[in-house]
């Protein structure tokens, strides 16, 4: 997305190419108020409606464009997306209506990212301008948050180790006035023990650390953001195939959603108190690795016997929340590439979304709906916590049996959130496997969306 010039713009009637969008039931009323050369232009292209589907129509010396979707009075975030990819260089103005949530689409189809390959033939910014002048800035803040998601996954391990992550905390914290502290390498093991043993292994130039970002009045409510921030898992001792290891660049996608939400929240001046957290390590394979059957101390003080050093996320986690209670937050949201089983019950594209209180999980689901962003909740069941049961220790870290893997990781979690505190889990895929118009292949924000207008909501009223 260019910083320099907006994707989308205030309508002040300047010259700019029309949009027109029908569909496969309105097309041929709709077409029968053009002439036979644009008809036949159209046929030409073998523009029907369909969904998806981009036409240039002639018109006298110049042209315009016509789009495909489902509803054209009811648009959704990637309506337009399609367009915005296919479309020339230029300024495009909707006809007949305003773009709405399709603002969104439209920014993110243009995002590429090139920082190791260039592309080909590039093409300039397609810019759309609008009436709903009070929406621009929204929108263009929250295109930025999920496209900086996906930057932050695409880039190898290499070169998105825990001090990468730290920079970006610096960058974020310097860009909002918010204040950083840090803790790294040794100085972890008496505070964040479990974060220091998971990223002990690592190479110095990738030593781990936790990051704590806070901003925002002290007397305002307290919001906790915890995001997972395995920078590169490989498995530990306890190692991955190669196929299995081979897209670990993204188990940093939690920590990639909490520094664009934290973002979002302190660009919107939301009337909270942040606690942004984000431990961030790499687990990798070394003489000084922690063990299968190693018993780690946490800072809450519950001794975790180690069934699975690929169960390593939820580790570093139960430190980070256990920090992030201690403020007493109305509510703290993590969110974690967590488990394989969620993606084996839910895809790729459907967060799965844990939570102690309905109502929470009733607003997270509702916010995610309107705006194209849906988790799926998962349950929380008491009854499966004695399969984390371990025999020397408080509690195991994996559990025996393959059942109910991404709910039994959250129960995991839920040891390590204070009593009584409001608190939301994503357990999110945070990459796409095959692209669609406006979501590239690569990563993605997944519940993004979602709890952003959750905590609009409940924090602004907006």
């Known amino acids: 997305m260019a910083d320099s010039e907006p994707l989308i713009q205030p309508d002040r009637g300047q010259e700019a190419i029309a949009i027109h ?14 002439n036979a050369g644009q008809r036949a232009a159209l046929e030409a292209q073998r523009f029907d409606g369909g969904g998806y589907q981009t036409g ?17 009075d009811k648009l959704s975030s990637w309506c337009l997306a399609k367009l915005a990819e296919a479309l020339p260089q230029g300024t495009y103005r909707l006809e007949g209506r305003d773009p709405g949530p399709a603002l969104h689409g439209w920014q993110t189809a243009q995002h590429v990212f090139d920082r190791y390959k260039k592309p080909e033939k590039p093409v300039g910014p397609r810019v759309l301008v609008t009436r709903e002048t009070g929406r621009i800035d929204a929108a263009i803040a929250e295109a930025k948050a999920v496209c900086l998601v996906r ?64 901003w925002g009045k002290p007397g305002d409510p307290v919001l906790a953001v915890v995001g997972k921030g395995v920078c590169f898992d490989s498995g530990g001792l306890d190692v991955k195939s190669a196929n299995g290891m081979l897209l670990m660049k993204k188990d940093m996608g939690g920590a990639a959603h909490a520094l664009a939400l ?79 089983a969620a993606r084996v019950a839910l895809g790729p594209e459907l967060p799965a979304l844990m939570t102690r209180r309905d109502e929470t999980a009733q607003a997270l689901v509702e916010a995610g709906k309107a705006h194209d962003d849906q988790p799926w909740r998962l349950p929380l069941p008491e009854a499966y916590g004695e399969w984390l049961a371990s025999d020397i220790a408080d509690t195991n870290n994996a559990h025996g049996n393959a059942f109910a893997g991404a709910s039994v990781a959250g129960l995991f ?16 895929y945070a990459w796409r496997p095959t692209a669609k118009p406006g979501r590239p292949k690569g990563g993605e924000a997944y519940g993004l969306r979602a709890a952003w207008h959750m905590l609009r909501a409940r924090y602004s009223g907006t």
């Open 21 to 34: 969008l029908v569909n496969k039931d309105g097309f041929g009323a709709w077409a029968k108020s053009l």
């Open 56 to 72: 240039i129509v002639p018109d006298g010396d110049g042209w315009f464009a016509v789009g495909g979707v489902a509803d054209p």
């Open 413 to 428: 979690l839920d040891k390590f959130v204070g009593d009584g505190i409001d608190w939301a889990h994503f357990d999110t």
């Open 262 to 340: 934290g973002g979002l929240i302190m660009g919107a001046g939301l009337p909270v108190r942040l606690h942004l957290l984000v431990p961030a390590v790499e687990n990798a394979i070394a003489g000084n690795a922690f063990r299968p059957g190693d018993v780690l101390r946490s800072r809450k003080g519950l001794t975790v016997e180690i069934g699975n050093t690929d169960a390593e996320g939820r580790l570093i986690l139960g430190d980070a929340l256990t920090r992030a209670s201690e403020e007493n937050p109305d509510l703290i949201i993590d969110f974690a590439t967590l488990t394989g």
């Open 151 to 214: 930057d932050l996954v695409n880039t190898p391990g290499e070169d998105m180790g825990p001090a990468t992550l730290e920079a970006q905390a610096e960058a974020l914290a310097k860009s909002h006035k918010a204040e950083l502290t840090v803790v790294r390498g040794d100085t972890l093991e008496q505070d964040y023990p479990m974060v220091h043993a998971v990223g002990r292994a690592a190479a110095r130039s990738h030593a781990p650390r936790l990051l704590h970002l806070t």
